[in-house]
């Protein structure tokens, strides 16, 4: 999540924005907090105020008000694609898939080019089961970034559950590929290969896996 500068605010509202940019960007969230509670009292309609402190409530934890500041922000302005990106991104954290979905979709409409935005909601899909949507949507981040080991392992994932074990141990092989001490990428190819028979590549693809993180799979 990125802070946005309050170019074209009022001069004192601006300042406040400005100087919660600066305390939020030290990881001085409340009082970043704070001072966009300030300009938004001094300037009730400055979207950018709203998403910066929704901004902060989300890494402070607090999903509920960065939700209902991305919301405002959004009413505000609608075609702010990086509010209905962070507040899908909050929706994920709560649970809340479906929202979370459609948060991204939109943001997809506005923002077309945006690989994390489609890494995001394939996660999303995933979870919530929709493996075709899912594998879609890891295909494209890939395309608009090939050497996303994590896309690659993802839509390894949807794959398997899609039953296609060809297909997801490829899928595997790049992440490892590209980035070869990624744990999860063996652990999953060490199982999908124990599926097809392969005992020995699954036992050695799971015996790396756990040497590079022991935790694998817990």
Known sequence: MTLLLGVGCGRIANYYVDRGNSKS???????????????????????LAYYNRGNAESYKGNLVGAIA???????????????????????????????????????????????????????????????????????KSIQLKPDSADAYCNRGIAKKNQGDLAGAIADYTEAIRLKPDLAEAYYNRGNARKKQGDLDGGEADLKEAIRLNPNVGH
Do not use: C, H
Not at 37 to 43: D, F, N, P, Q
């Open 25 to 47: 960007g030290r990881g001085d969230y409340d009082g970043g907090i704070a001072d966009y509670t300030k300009a938004i009292r001094l300037k009730p309609d400055l979207a």
């Open 69 to 139: 500041d991305d919301t405002e922000a959004i009413r505000l302005k609608p075609d702010d694609a990086s509010a209905y990106y962070n507040r899908g991104n909050a929706k994920t954290s709560q649970g809340d898939l479906v929202g979370a979905v459609a948060d991204y979709t939109e943001v997809i409409r506005l923002r077309p080019d945006d690989t994390d935005v489609y890494y995001n909601r394939g996660l999303a899909r995933k979870d919530k089961g929709d493996l075709v949507g899912a594998v879609s949507d890891f295909t």
